[in-house]
């Protein structure tokens, strides 16, 4: 111990993908969006009259039956008992939760399905294998320490059926939930397709947070390393053996109680404490950290600490300034955030619209109504 007593909203589509199909494989007991994609039938408009006696609600042109609730509530049941967990009891608050859960994804895969049509969205199965076999390699394929062979596609898929086997899921249950994720990906790309940021946009975005962009000043500050101990005649015993070309970072993982020492001892200590520098020693240390040539090993030093043999394994490093990073430098950088916050912006108005289109056309079976929040108009991402 060395130191004084004083001393980007990321883009939408980024977030679907790998990502989202991991979750389906370590599955989150409730629901994590495995059912089968449906596509959607008809176009009407305005609100449905009635809901047929085997449906649980109709959404526009579509209808989603109890076949596809109970379907899904199985593979949710599934889930649980992969992973040894009791499944809710019916009638318990949490059980209503993943029911209302599931009524609440069926309809917006429903609403997402009829919207991909409209707008000549389409996810073919090539694209859904495509994406699978990434994940497969992404996760299963790499070996488990550095430079391991990579292993085969045998080898691959044999891990991947063990995972799906362990989490209660199919083949087909990551697929049709990979390709509700490409639907996603298309259809926010296809409605952001336009949105741009413009040099003056960004420029302003600079102006209005130039602290943002300030490096302050800086300490004057020195890499340094040491070996600490509780005793002189043991670091004159560490001193000695150094000036005899003594391995620095072998003697400072054997002597030296700092907990540096797995490092090598190294350190960049400062005149002063920082942010972005730390580390201010006690005066002793610092007095002769300071003063050493550079590659120079100090005799033993003492502090309250204890005993340290001291080595600048750099030149000093003067104090700097506070500065403004100018625009240029971080102008691209600046453009790339604002536009992925404003296609962020822009995905999450068209769904707002479409839930309040779609809510204005959509009737639940008696018992199926989803809770007043869970049909509010929300954004994602």
């Given at each position: 111990m060395l130191c004084s007593k004083h001393a980007k909203q990321p883009d939408v589509w980024a977030l679907l993908g790998s990502s989202y199909v991991m979750k389906l494989l370590r599955l989150v007991p409730?629901?994590?969006?495995?059912?089968?994609?449906?596509?959607?039938?008809?176009?009407?408009?305005?609100?449905?009259?009635?809901?047929?006696?085997?449906a649980v609600a109709v959404v526009g042109g579509d209808t989603i039956t109890k076949n596809e609730f109970n379907s899904t509530l199985d593979q949710a049941k599934r889930s649980y008992t992969a992973q040894g967990k009791a499944f809710p009891k019916a009638g318990t608050q949490t059980y209503g939760a993943v029911r209302a859960q599931i009524i609440q994804y069926l309809v917006e895969r429903?609403?997402?399905?009829?919207?991909?049509k409209d707008l000549g969205v389409k996810v073919s199965d090539k694209d859904v294998e495509t994406r699978l076999d990434q994940i497969k390699q992404q996760y299963f394929g790499s070996g488990t320490t550095p430079g391991q062979?990579?292993?085969?596609?045998?080898?691959?898929?044999?891990l991947y059926k063990q995972q799906l086997k362990a989490q209660g899921l199919t083949d087909k249950d990551v697929k049709d939930g990979i390709r509700a994720q490409l639907v996603q990906q298309?259809?926010?790309?296809?409605?952001?397709?336009?949105?741009?940021?413009?040099?003056?946009?960004?420029?302003?975005?600079?102006?209005d947070h130039k602290s943002q962009y300030e490096q302050p000043a800086q300490p004057a500050s020195r890499d340094v390393r040491h070996i600490l101990v509780k005793t002189q005649a043991l670091a004159l015993t560490v001193y000695h053996k150094l000036k005899a070309g003594g391995d620095f970072s072998k003697l400072a993982l054997k002597y030296s109680t700092d907990s540096s020492k797995t490092s090598g001892g190294r350190l960049t200590v400062c005149k002063q404490k920082t942010v972005s520098c730390p580390l201010k020693t006690v005066a002793p240390f610092e007095n002769v950290a300071f003063s050493l040539k550079t590659n120079e090993i100090s005799k033993p030093?003492?502090?309250?600490?204890?005993?340290?043999?001291?080595?600048?394994?750099?030149?000093?490093?003067?104090?700097?300034?506070?500065?403004?990073?100018?625009?240029?430098?971080?102008?691209?950088?600046?453009?790339q955030q604002q536009l992925q916050q404003k296609k962020q912006d822009a995905y999450n108005k068209w769904?707002?619209?479409?839930?309040?289109?779609?809510?204005?056309?959509?009737?639940y079976q008696v018992g199926y109504e989803p809770p007043a929040s869970a049909t509010q108009t929300t954004t994602t991402g």
């Open positions: 409730i629901l994590a969006l495995v059912a089968a994609f449906a596509a959607a039938c008809g176009g009407g408009s305005g609100a449905p009259k009635s809901v047929p006696s085997d429903s609403e997402y399905a009829q919207k991909a062979k990579p292993k085969s596609k045998a080898q691959v898929e044999k298309k259809i926010s790309e296809k409605v952001t397709k336009d949105v741009s940021v413009s040099d003056s946009d960004a420029k302003k975005y600079y102006d030093v003492h502090t309250q600490f204890g005993w340290h043999v001291i080595q600048a394994v750099g030149p000093v490093n003067p104090p700097r300034k506070a500065t403004t990073i100018p625009f240029d430098q971080v102008k691209a950088a600046i453009k769904w707002n619209d479409t839930k309040s289109e779609f809510a204005k056309k959509t009737k």
